[in-house]
């Protein structure tokens, strides 16, 4: 992530960027996996909403995440990091804010 803010255990956390493709190759991976990686991340404890939708730029998807807390959003993010998805797409671009809600 480029931009990481402080999280606090109390307010929401939500995400926000996007997952840039840099070939064809790399949408095909994307295409491929995130339905699987979105069933999975919503069916976690804390998570409120996630999407992640190709843009209007086939390479370019919008991703918006917000969980309950930040032990949530922390439990996702190393749930994400030993996933399948996560090493298949480890190589793709991604631009993300995380902000908190106190």
Same mark, same amino acid.
């Given at each position: ?37 979105? *069933?999975?991340? &919503?069916?976690?404890? $804390? ?5 992640? /939708?190709?843009?209007? +730029? ?8 917000l969980f ?15 996933? *399948?998805?996560? &090493?298949?797409?480890? $190589? ?5 804010? /995380?902000?908190?809600? +106190?």
């Amino acid at each position: 992530m480029n931009d990481r803010s402080t999280t606090s255990s109390h307010g929401e956390v939500s995400l926000s960027g996007r997952l840039i493709c840099a070939d064809d190759q790399q949408v095909a991976v994307v295409a491929r996996y995130l339905p699987r990686h979105i *069933e999975l991340t &919503r069916a976690e404890p $804390g998570c409120i909403s996630f999407s992640v /939708v190709q843009s209007q +730029d086939p390479r370019i998807w919008r991703v918006e995440e917000l969980f309950a807390n930040a032990a949530a959003f922390e439990s996702h993010q190393q749930r994400v990091a030993d996933s *399948e998805w996560g &090493r298949v797409t480890s $190589g793709i671009e991604r631009d993300y804010t /995380v902000r908190t809600a +106190d």
